[in-house]
């Protein structure tokens, strides 16, 4: 993860939290939720095509308000 900081793009220290996601034939639905500094939490929800090889088809992310 990074984020734009005064012109400049900086790397920000995001943690894996958990990762799950089910099979249906070809298609993998996933969401991988992410923690960071501050509390701050990250979640990432896509769709991953294997015919034959994996292929990122959709998805996208939610920062998600600390509690």
Do not use: K
Not at 32 to 41: F, K
Not at 47 to 59: K, N, Q, S
């Amino acid at each position: 993860m990074e984020r734009f900081d005064q012109g400049n793009w900086q790397p920000a220290p995001f943690q894996i939290a958990s990762l799950g996601g089910q099979r249906a034939g070809a298609r993998v639905t996933f969401v991988l939720r992410l923690e960071g500094p501050a509390g701050r939490r990250l979640a990432v929800e896509g769709t991953v095509e294997i015919d034959p090889r994996a292929t990122l088809v959709d998805g996208h992310f939610d920062q998600l308000l600390p509690p």
